[in-house]
Every structure is written in structure tokens, then in C-alpha cells.
């Protein structure tokens, strides 16, 4: 991977397994950390090849193209007609051409997330995806990891109760200085780039956003980026959630929760998840319990929404829905008042 340390995520289950069936044609569009990453889990699944790899460093789409035994490209138009999906693995802010690009030829499109970097160019995207007919997918992994769906099931089941509040803490030491995430014109920093995932997961939860009120700061002066977040939502519901993600803090930290009328259940650093119910004594769960089992993985879930022509859970509309939420904390962290959605 790139930046982001496993060490953060839950496991998720293995990709092979799936039945006999024609092999999908993938081709990979960005061989950085986080295409390497994905290369590599493609290579793992049975129903699917690895075909063809582009990067603006020829020698990184090389070296993916020889572990893989694919062909590298100088151009990913060269090889639109010979896939039937591409993973999408560019900074955010080159994404919109390549997905018009994939949309004409008729190619579905894993995107890594978020969907863009301002609100023109994903209402541009969704139009294209909506037009065209594609499946499209955003990359927002943590929907596909445990305990983090452990704990989105438990609140769909309404075991919990209608929401009350619902929050996220990840922190993760990194030094962005001398890449491209530590680059607000090209990440959008650590609310859209890091935090995004975790306000996805909340936006699972409560749905649409009334109000958002944030915080950023850029702690190192080699930053470009603002390296810490914070905001609180209010939901359509009145009911709350907060989000506080770092690449700064020293300590790392990982936790989640849910708070409803009937329950709560929250996830520690040590992915232990404690639940009570209805004033009922608090259970415990470790990842080695079979309520955690490992869950689709988003790679198998994609193929499958292509294969069955499902509308992905996660797709263009819903990343411009989490991309104006995101846009409204960094308004706020910027005026310093609340913004109205």
C-alpha cells in the first residue's frame, strides 16, 4: 500500500473461491502504492486477469506488468478495447477525462476514492456513470473490513435502536511533506484523503447531513495540507456524529461507535467490539469470534455488481453526496461557523 497501515484494518476475506465462471480483463490505470496494492489482490482471484497497466512513470507500470504477467502501456487509451474493467488509481484530481474516456468504451470503473475535488467535477462524473450505464465503484474500503461492518449490520438489524449519535477516531502517523497527499490541490489533505472513509462510514449511519461544524490544522510547516481533522455533523435525524482523523498525532488511534435508543456498540484500537443491548450486560467480541467473520471483500463485491448489473452501494452519486459534506467541514474549518447543507 501506499499510506495507508494495515495495522488500522480489520481482516476482510480472501478473494479466491468464486465459481467457475469467464475471466474478467482488468486493466490498471496508476501503479503507485496503492495500485501495487490492488495489483496484487487482483492476482489472487481466479475469475479475474490482470491484462494491462499505465502509469506517467513507465517503469512502475513495468514492474506491475512483470509480476503480473501483464503488458504495460503508454497510454490507457491503448487498451480500453481489449478490458472489460479498469482500477483506477490516480490522484483525484485527474480522474474526471479517464472516466469519461472508460464510459465511452463501455468499461466499468473501480475509482479509488474520493470521487474528485470539487463539486463540478463529480456532478460531471455522475452524469457520465448515469448516462453511459457503467458500474461504477468508489473504494471506501472500510464498508468491506471488520469489525467496521460488524457494527454498520448490528445498527441496520435495528437492534440499537434509532441513532442518537455515532463517532470515528483514526489517527496514523505519517509524514506527507514530500507526496502528493501532503498536497491540498491534489488530495484535498486529510478530511477528503484520509477522513473521507471514516465519514462515509458515519454517513452509513445517519443518512443525509443537516449541518456541519470543523477544525483542521497544519501542524508541520513542510505541509501542504492540513494534517488534522475534526467535525460534527447533524443529521436530517437531529441525530449527531463526529469524525477526527490525523496524520499527525504521535499515538495511533482507531476507534468507532454507535450509540442508539436501545444500545450502543463501539470498536477499540485493539478491534475488540463491546455491545449492549436493552440494558443488557455488555458482550465483548474479538476478531477470532464468528459474529466477525470475514466479509466480502471489495474486489469480489465489485466483480459481482458487474457480473449481476447491481448498482454498486457505494457509487457515483453517494461520492458526491460524502464529497459535499466533506467541502462543507473544510468551509466551516475555514470560516470558523457552521455550514448548512
Not at 465489485?302 to 467541502?327: S, T
Request: aromatic share 8%; net charge negative.
Amino acid at each position: 500500500m501506499d499510506y495507508i497501515d494495515s495495522s488500522l484494518f480489520s481482516r476482510s476475506a480472501e478473494g479466491r473461491g468464486e465459481p467457475e465462471q469467464e475471466r474478467l480483463r482488468i486493466g490498471l490505470i496508476g501503479c503507485g502504492g496503492m495500485g501495487c496494492h490492488h495489483a496484487r489482490q487482483l492476482a489472487s482471484m481466479d475469475a479475474v486477469e490482470l491484462v494491462a497497466t499505465m502509469d506517467i512513470i513507465p517503469e512502475k507500470a513495468d514492474l506491475v506488468a512483470q509480476e503480473s504477467g501483464a503488458k504495460s502501456y503508454a497510454s490507457y487509451t491503448e487498451f480500453l478495447d481489449g478490458v472489460d474493467a479498469v482500477w483506477l488509481c490516480t490522484p483525484p484530481s485527474v480522474r474526471l477525462e479517464v472516466i469519461k474516456r472508460c464510459a465511452e468504451a463501455g468499461v466499468h470503473v473501480f475509482c479509488e476514492k474520493p470521487i474528485a475535488l470539487s463539486l463540478d467535477e463529480a456532478n460531471a462524473i455522475v452524469d457520465v456513470v448515469q448516462q453511459s450505464g457503467i458500474i461504477f465503484m468508489l473504494g471506501y474500503v472500510l464498508r468491506f473490513t471488520q469489525p467496521y461492518r460488524y457494527l454498520q449490520d448490528l445498527y441496520a438489524s435495528g437492534a440499537l435502536g434509532d441513532l442518537i449519535t455515532c463517532w470515528t477516531r483514526r489517527f496514523m502517523p505519517v509524514d506527507m511533506s514530500n507526496r502528493w497527499f501532503g498536497d491540498e490541490k491534489q488530495s484535498g489533505g486529510v478530511l477528503l484523503d484520509f477522513g473521507s472513509h471514516d465519514i462515509d462510514l458515519l454517513l452509513w449511519k445517519g443518512g443525509a447531513v443537516r449541518t456541519v461544524l470543523a477544525g483542521t490544522r497544519r501542524v508541520r510547516t513542510t505541509m501542504r495540507a492540513d494534517e488534522h481533522g475534526q467535525a460534527l455533523m447533524i443529521f436530517e435525524s437531529g441525530a449527531m456524529g463526529t469524525v477526527d482523523v490525523s496524520w499527525w498525532s504521535p499515538l495511533r488511534e482507531c476507534s468507532l461507535g454507535v450509540v442508539g435508543t436501545r444500545g450502543a456498540a463501539s470498536m477499540g484500537a485493539d478491534n475488540t467490539v463491546r455491545v449492549t443491548l436493552d440494558g443488557t450486560e455488555e458482550r465483548r467480541l474479538t476478531l477470532d469470534d464468528p459474529e466477525l467473520a470475514p466479509v466480502e471483500t471489495e474486489h469480489a463485491y465489485f466483480f459481482r455488481c458487474v457480473r449481476e448489473g447491481i448498482q454498486p452501494m457505494i457509487g457515483a452519486q453517494e461520492g458526491r453526496d460524502l464529497l459535499a459534506v466533506v467541502l462543507a467541514a473544510q468551509e466551516s474549518a475555514r470560516t470558523g461557523h457552521s455550514v448548512d447543507l
